[in-house]
């Protein structure tokens, strides 16, 4: 059975708050990748957050790239029905240097913010040097280019989420990967890009869905909330196939 690579989505986060240190030690416990968004401040600081706005998790009404950081490190995040407890917001290159040093395979998102900096992309080029199992994605394809640029040899991976934009793909060459949502795991999304020669990652995958049974040759990783399943469950295929 090919083998496929597993990325715990913002850390562990089925388990554990999205983006924080405790979602990324269990998913280094359960020896997968590590999925996470970076975002950049208004004084150049690159942090571990999702969203383009802070309240979600922190309650306050402001957008990350007109905050710096100095007052970010002050807030607390949470989730207010979900008992994950309270967490400070990661600065990137602690994450990243932990991972380098763990040997953690990582997939590097590349939010909003970064590509609205003026500094941003060359600011993350600098978080890479030294190597490291690290690619990047983003749903900013001209971001990516940059990103290239600067860093010949990084793998990038557009993030595809609307059907037109299939017909842009043979314009991307200069890509590595694909990443597009479970939905799109169909033969009418999957055999372009396998023409292509390129492989895929889908994220939003549960560990539930049928397709698990019989991927699509295309698809080399998965990004999961729930890592440990998708693990159990390619085991458990593995198992089947050699009987």
């Known amino acids: 059975m090919p083998e496929i690579g597993i990325y715990a989505h913002r850390g562990a986060s089925g388990h554990a708050l999205e983006n924080t240190w405790h979602a990324f030690e269990l998913a280094h416990q359960i020896q ?6 970076v975002q950049m401040t208004r004084d150049g600081i690159a942090i571990v957050y999702h969203d383009d706005q802070l309240r979600r998790l922190t309650g306050l009404r402001a957008d990350i790239q007109d905050m710096r950081y100095e007052s970010l490190k002050l807030l607390t995040i949470r989730k207010k029905f979900r008992r994950f407890g309270r967490h400070s917001i990661p600065l990137a290159y602690e994450v990243i240097d932990w991972a380098k040093k763990k040997g953690i395979p990582l997939n590097i998102e590349l939010k909003s913010s970064v590509a609205k900096h003026p500094d941003g992309p060359g600011i993350v080029s ?5 190597g490291g199992d690290i690619h990047l994605s983003s749903f900013d394809v001209e971001l990516l280019a940059k990103m290239k640029h600067l860093q010949p040899h990084i793998e990038t991976a557009w993030i595809l989420k609307r059907a037109e934009q299939w017909s842009e793909l043979e314009n ?11 939905r799109f795991h169909k033969p009418k999304w999957l055999e372009p890009i396998a ?11 549960s560990g539930n869905e049928r397709f698990l049974h019989a991927l699509h040759p295309s698809v080399k990783g998965i990004i999961t909330d729930y890592p440990a399943r998708i693990k159990s469950l390619r085991k458990t295929i593995e198992t089947e196939l050699q009987h």
């Open 32 to 37: 997968v990748g590590i999925e996470l968004d």
């Open 172 to 182: 991307y060459q200069w890509l590595d990967y694909f990443h597009f949502h479970k």
């Open 126 to 130: 600098a978080l890479l040097e030294g």
């Open 195 to 205: 023409k292509m020669d390129k492989p895929v990652r889908l994220y939003g995958v």
